[in-house]
Structures are given as C-alpha cells and as structure tokens.
C-alpha cells in the first residue's frame, strides 16, 4: 500500500521557538496534502489543505501565520509552527491524496508527529 | 458544530462475539463516508468505505451499514479479535469541500 512518513515522530522544543514538520509520500506523488492535529481523546481536526505549487487553504480559526505550511514538491510538504507555544503542544498528522488515486476521497495518513512545547 | 458524532467514547466487547460501532452525520452532502482504526501515536489506517449511495459494504470481517434517512451509519466487527483494540474513527467526505470530517472517535476493546 501507498506510504506516508513524517520526520521527526517526536520532538520537544522551548516556548518561541520553530519546529518544522516534514510529510513524504514515499511512493506516490500526492498533489493534495493534508494537515491534521489531535489533541488527546479528540478527534482529528483538519487543520489545511495543500496543493503542490500553490498557497495551503486554513480552515477557520487556524493561524496561516503561525502554522507556515509549504508543498514544494509532488511528495513533500512541510508544517512549520512558528514561536511555539506551550498551546502547541500536540498530535500533528499529515495525509496524502495520490495525484492518480482510483478514487477521490482515496488519503493516505503518516504517522504522526507529536510536538511538546516546553 | 460537530457535524459526525461518535456518541459511545468507549466499548468492550468480548474476543469472537460482534462489534458495532455507530457514527451519526448531519450533513446530507457527504458523499462517502469512511472507517479508521487508530493505535495511540500513529497515524489511522483505512478499513472500509461506502458510497453514500450504497446502504452495505462488506470486506472480511469488516461490514459497514448506511441509512440516509437516519444520517446514520455503523461498523460491525465480526468476529471481534483482540488485535482488533484500537480507537474507531469514522470520516465523511464531501465532493464540494474535498476534504474528511472526522468522528470523535470509539475507543473498542476486545477481551480476550
């Protein structure tokens, strides 16, 4: 099956700091990204949407300038969440559509990478 | 507004006996409608899908059931296992928004 990655699964920063999130597709190319966040015993909340070449789409309430997101190519995108703080802190997950899926809704989840704000 | 809802945070079932897990929609536009099954820091894997124009998909043990009229759909395990344990989540994707929203999630475990 398709496989996504993120690197790092895990990481602990200081408060005002920025930490950058990577997501490949590692053998697909995936023109749409997604990126997600849970918080504990939450379900999973959409966080934007991105397209290879273009600017990510935020869904309400989400900061585009705190969490800079970046789709460089047709198999990395990238979350970076700037002056972080403890609020942070939390599950980031990114999912993958393949640019030739066999059905639209078809996504593909790496497996998440869990950031702690100290 | 939580447009999916998964009403029941939790649920034990007994190893080899019938798992059901139920999701509600308000959202009459979603098109597909999708299960996921997630162990605690990894991402969720796919399970099975329908079409909300289907009313049952069947793959192996997994069997969804759909009713529009009741914006209600559910996920029967059969039989249950205790590898099965995991937290549920279901997914509805609409054509218009091209993007999931996700259930609250059930947290299912077997017992051996």
């Known amino acids: 099956g398709a496989v996504v990655s993120q690197h790092p699964s895990r990481v602990i920063c200081k408060s005002g700091t920025s930490v950058k999130i990577e997501c490949r597709s590692l053998d697909f190319q995936a023109t749409t990204m997604f990126w997600y966040r849970q918080f504990p015993k939450k379900s999973l909340m959409l966080m934007a949407t991105s397209n290879e070449g273009s600017k990510a789409t935020y869904e309400q309430g989400v900061e585009k300038d705190k969490f800079l997101i970046n789709h460089a190519s047709l198999t990395l995108s990238t979350l970076t969440v700037t002056s972080a703080h403890p609020e942070d802190s939390s599950f980031y997950i990114c999912s993958a559509s393949p640019s030739a899926g066999a059905v639209v809704y078809e996504q593909y989840f790496g497996p998440g990478t869990r950031l702690t704000v100290t | 507004d939580q447009q999916v809802k998964q009403n029941s945070p939790s649920l034990s079932v007994q190893e080899g006996r019938i798992s059901i897990l139920n999701c509600d929609y308000t959202?009459?536009?979603?098109?597909?409608f999708l299960w996921y099954k997630k162990y605690p820091a990894e991402g969720p894997t796919f399970l099975i899908s329908?079409?909300?124009?289907?009313d049952k998909n069947e793959d192996g043990r997994f069997t969804v059931f759909l009713n529009k009229s009741a914006k209600h759909l559910s996920l029967h395990i059969v039989p249950s296992q205790p590898g099965d344990s995991a937290v549920y989540f279901c997914?509805?994707?609409?054509?218009?928004?091209?993007?999931?929203?996700f259930g609250t999630g059930t947290r299912l475990k077997v017992l051996a």
């Open positions: 959202n009459s536009m979603f098109d597909y």
């Open positions: 329908i079409s909300s124009i289907k």
């Open positions: 997914a509805a994707w609409s054509s218009g928004t091209y993007k999931y929203i």
